[in-house]
């Protein structure tokens, strides 16, 4: 059996991979907050996770790996932008409903244009309220969270030995540099919110503390408790998670279920750029999934760009590195086009992955598998990494391109410039042809124009 090494940023050293049960692998990511599209950086810990998820898949077999990845489906910001949507007097609670079944499935789309799997299970946050009040009656219980002013909070103090050492602050340095929420109710300014109250024209249910809703963090300990238990394997997320989300599960859900061990691994994947510079709407650099499918990039291509970087590295989405994706991917699909169907991927591709994730290296492997002219490993090798399907994409086909009056055109002026000696406009059209990626042929039988790989439209446009 491949020996599978991961960084676990509990411990930050690279770790042999153990399974709880090697034939009950179970991995819980936290997924995305449904109030509009997903953007660039959104999408980063879905392939990588999703890369992860088929090397378990391959090392254990199928039947034996649970991935949940949630969906938070009840949330401030998606209360603001339900409000901003309806207006003045509309229905919030009904547009909540639209908007978060909307952007769910529109998430589900555009990961899955990327090539990534879905999960086992997709659990959403509304569907787990009365298992998130269970929980909350216990930290109470046990002496881990106080009821204030309607709000339930989850004291820190009870956790103080432990709390931070997944980010690796103490409480005091968290405080100093984190942006908290100052409220009169609080015993300590780091405890967090696990219960809050709703106003009737907001999301609510009943509850011991009256109407209200749950706080961000205890929706993921309690999914991940009813889903996978109080131990299992593997934790994921952006490195902005870390701290408080990922910090204040740990607290919860050890507090909750101190039997338990939660996630033995944690795994965090670094952020993302856009030609070098952070993304924010600001500097005009940002970008939804569904923006850059609707501008023409493939989402293989897409899907290739990221996996060119460590996931523990920054990434940069680069207009150039899109072209180079482009062109490598069409040279490999048109070489494993026509192989036979191979189910076992290259083994340096796998040992690759089995190597923390190590994207890189198994594209590396990949260049290596195309110099050797292995198609049947080659096909194999990119399924195994989700940068094909069942057959080669669509978008790789030539396109039907129609240059029949074009050629009457060239034709033309050919048959008038052997008569006049005067083949300046023939040079010309011939040329500005071979620019726009045109191969021009010209024969006693007639003139044939074949569109080659480099073929460009706009400029052939031009020349009307």
């Known amino acids: ?27 819980y990511v936290c997924g995305p907050t449904v109030y509009d599209r997903a953007h660039l950086g959104n999408a980063r810990p879905v392939v990588v996770f999703d890369v992860l998820y088929r090397l378990l898949r391959h090392v254990y077999g199928p039947e034996h790996v649970t991935y949940v990845r949630n969906f938070t489906d009840v949330d401030d910001k998606i209360n603001a932008r339900a409000k901003e949507n309806v207006g003045e007097g509309g229905d919030v609670n009904a547009e909540i409903g639209r908007l978060t079944a909307q952007t769910t499935q529109w998430f589900l789309d555009d990961m899955g244009a990327l090539g990534a799997l879905e999960p086992d299970q997709m659990p959403r946050a509304t569907q787990f309220i009365p298992q998130m009040v269970a929980m909350i009656e216990g930290l109470i219980e046990k002496g881990h969270a106080y009821e204030a002013e309607g709000h339930v909070l989850f004291a820190v103090d009870s956790w103080k030995e432990r709390y931070g050492n997944l980010s690796g602050r103490s409480v005091d340095d968290m405080i100093a540099g984190a942006r908290v929420e100052v409220a009169p109710y609080k015993r300590n300014p780091m405890d967090f919110v696990l219960w809050k109250p709703s106003s009737d024209d907001l999301p609510g249910w009943e509850s011991p503390w009256g109407r209200g809703r749950p706080g961000w963090h205890i929706e993921c300990s309690a999914m991940s408790y009813e889903l996978l238990g109080d131990s299992f394997d593997i934790h994921g997320g952006g490195n902005d998670l870390m701290f408080p989300h990922h910090e204040n599960e740990i607290a919860q859900s050890c507090c909750a279920h101190p039997e338990g061990d939660f996630a033995r691994v944690w795994l965090h ?90 994207t890189p290296k198994a594209m590396s492997e990949l260049h290596q598998l195309s110099h050797a002219d292995d198609a049947p490993t080659l096909r194999a090798s990119l399924r195994m990494l989700g940068l094909m399907g069942e057959s080669t994409p669509d978008w790789t ?47 006693k039988a007639g003139v044939e124009l074949v569109p080659a790989s480099n073929f460009d439209p706009a400029k052939l446009e031009a020349l009307k």
Do not use: C
């Not at 676990?8 to 049960?21: C, G, I, Q, V, Y």
């Open 1 to 27: 059996m491949t020996e599978i090494t991961l960084y676990n940023t509990k411990s930050r050293k690279k770790e042999r991979f153990a399974p709880l049960d090697p034939d009950n692998v179970r991995m």
């Open 269 to 358: 994947n670094e952020m993302l750029q856009v030609e070098g510079k952070k993304m924010s709407k600001s500097l005009g650099n940002f970008f939804t999934v569904h923006d850059l499918l609707e501008k023409g990039y493939p989402g293989e291509v897409i899907r290739f760009v990221f996996l060119s970087t460590h996931y523990r590295k920054p990434m940069d989405w680069t207009e150039a590195k899109a072209k180079e994706a482009e062109a490598t991917l069409r040279k490999w699909y048109k070489q494993a086009d026509t192989a036979l169907d191979n189910e076992v991927a290259y083994i340096g591709v796998i040992n690759a992955l089995a190597d923390d994730l190590n």
């Open 397 to 443: 086909a030539a396109p039907q391109i129609d240059l029949s009056g074009w050629e009457a055109r060239l034709s033309e002026e050919r048959i008038a410039a052997m008569d006049s000696k005067d083949f300046t406009e023939v040079d010309r059209l011939k040329a500005a042809m071979i620019d726009a990626g045109i191969e021009v042929r010209m024969s």
